[in-house]
């Protein structure tokens, strides 16, 4: 059975046709970088990554590509407030990014693009559209001929007269009509530049991601991805500028995350509401977070509360406690149970539920409940009075398999804190004081397993990770 796609396009289900078999080409929609990424912009990274990775365990080869904006208004204004170079506020957020999302259990993509290291690109991908009449020029601006474009509104399934009534023009724009964007600004007064045919300047939002995919991933690409906010203008605009361009589709399928609420009401900076990465993972388990964010369908909205939270990390907990259960009874076990094929069809059912799920629009929700599954059945197994290590490895590897798709890692090495440690050395000094010397040698075993080195001084007994 293909895995079927909610295309946003169509508004319906379709079984995915890659453009060359066994590949996919897919370009998500990534962060403008100047601040530390919230829960909002977690949340696609974490769904499209668990994306790539389905898709890799269903055998195909996947080119991944995740671009950064690193130059803004928002960029510029936060180097301006801070008193730094935007190349240097930039490339510290991009490593924020890294750091955050790596700890969220996500890989790098193939290709990281920067806007600031593909302006000849941009120029020329904006002459192209002037020449065949999409671009205009207006007081060092280039804008796009919105109407010019037949298409304009099938991803947003908006007409153009529709899309007219909210659209504006803001001070000191000279459009030709309300619903033209920007393709490229003139520079302000002591803003970062870049030199072009019509003068000073730096690109528009819009255009960056349309022609970062073109370069690296061709005319036509399989997927592109991004939240739910990004369909319109953003993705619509990228759809008229790129075909407008090549004369070509753009992307065949569009996938789009929902919201995220905190405590029932939409996240807004605003508001003040938005919650960072870099804060939460300091307060919980990384990986808490990202079963919590695949623990609802990805185009369903989902609310973030403390609660819910606390329900991802006792859920976690329970898949982690059987899979940890398992792998001590097989460390202690080599005898054979009688009833190893009844138990092995029960797994490779679980597993088949799992890809079921999966195949449907990537739902993760019901996913984990496989994995829930999965523990349960390995649960009662554990009850069984004779268990065989052949079932016991199966169990492992079915849940090594499922989890990695969904980035979720079950080894929990637990972090032994230095009071931990203090107190043990004190309890085997005061034990070798009294002559226990069975205690004190448990103790230096303990220690050693702990990976808690020795040392005798002058001072007294010191010690150091090994």
Not at 86 to 111: H, K, M, N, P, W
């Amino acid at each position: 059975m293909a895995i079927q796609i909610f295309n946003s396009l169509s508004r319906e289900k379709e079984p995915f046709v890659p453009m060359e078999e066994g590949k996919v080409k897919m370009y998500v929609c990534g962060p403008t970088v100047y601040n530390y990424i919230h829960i909002g912009n977690a949340r696609p990274v974490i769904v499209y990554d668990t994306v790539r990775k389905y898709f890799q365990y269903r055998g195909y080869e996947v080119t991944y590509v995740s671009n950064f904006t690193d130059v803004d208004d928002k960029i510029i204004n936060a180097a301006n407030k801070l008193g730094e170079d935007v190349s240097e506020l930039t490339e510290r957020f991009i490593q924020a990014y890294f750091a955050d999302v790596e700890a969220l259990g996500c890989s790098r993509a193939d290709a990281h693009p920067r806007v600031t290291d593909h302006m000849i690109e941009i120029i020329d991908f904006i002459k192209v559209l002037e020449e065949k009449g999409y671009a205009y020029e207006s007081q060092g601006d280039m804008y796009y001929r919105t109407r010019k474009f037949d298409g304009y509104g099938k991803l947003s399934h908006q007409s153009v007269d529709d899309l007219k009534v909210g659209a504006r023009i803001q001070t000191g724009e000279k459009k030709e009509d309300e619903l033209d964007f920007a393709l490229w600004k003139a520079a302000k007064p002591g803003e970062i530049f870049w030199e072009s045919p019509w003068g000073q300047g730096r690109p528009g939002w819009h255009i960056e991601c349309s022609v970062m995919a073109r370069e690296i991933l061709g005319d036509t690409i399989d997927i592109h991805a991004g939240g739910q906010d990004l369909t319109f203008p953003h993705h619509e605009n990228e759809i008229a500028q790129s075909e407008a361009r090549t004369g070509k589709t753009f992307a065949r399928y569009w996938m789009h995350n929902g919201y995220i609420n905190i405590d029932n009401e939409k996240m807004s900076k605003s508001l003040g509401n938005f919650v960072l990465v870099n804060d939460i993972r300091k307060q919980i388990d990384p990986q808490v977070l990202r079963i919590f964010m695949l623990g609802v369908h990805y185009r369903h909205p989902i609310n973030y509360s403390q609660e819910l939270l606390e329900q991802a990390e006792a859920g976690l907990d329970r898949i982690r406690t059987a899979y940890a259960n398992v792998l001590h009874r097989l460390d202690a076990t080599a005898d054979l149970g009688d009833h190893d094929d009844i138990w092995l069809h029960k797994i490779e059912e679980v597993k088949e539920q799992f890809i079921i799920a999966m195949d449907d629009d990537f739902n993760t929700a019901n996913g984990i409940a496989a994995v829930f599954e999965l523990a349960k059945v390995a649960n009662t197994y554990l009850l069984e009075k004779q268990t065989s290590a052949k079932v016991l490895k199966q169990f492992i590897a079915i849940f090594d398999e499922l989890t990695g798709v969904l980035g979720l890692s079950l080894r929990v090495e637990k972090e032994v804190l230095d009071e931990e440690i203090d107190a043990l050395i004190e309890e085997r000094n005061k034990a070798r004081k009294d002559r226990n010397f069975a205690r004190a040698d448990e103790i230096r075993d303990q220690l050693k397993e702990m990976n808690i080195i020795l040392e005798d001084t002058a001072q007294g007994i010191r010690w150091k990770r090994g």
